[in-house]
């Protein structure tokens, strides 16, 4: 069976049933901080046409402890 190549920064595409799309999404997986939140930037496609761009999808909590605790151990 044949698929297409997951390309660096690219989720798996997810079927979301009410709009009829498949949805992926690519990031470059930086972490960023607008000064209220930390969130990676995310381009979205659905059913490879692009929907959104820079769409910020925030870090778990857990990402964020670890974070923290990486910068208080070196600084």
């Known amino acids: 069976m044949g698929g297409s190549a997951k390309l660096p920064g690219q989720a798996e595409g997810q079927l979301i049933e009410a709009l009829g799309v498949i ?11 607008d000064g209220t939140m930390l969130y990676v930037e995310h381009d979205v496609f659905h059913n490879g046409q692009l929907v959104h761009s820079k769409y910020k999808r925030r870090v ?4 964020a402890r670890a974070l923290s605790d990486m910068l208080r151990e070196h600084h």
Do not use: K
């Open 60 to 63: 778990s909590r857990e990402v």
């Open 23 to 33: 949805e992926t999404t690519e990031t470059d997986h930086v972490v960023r901080w």
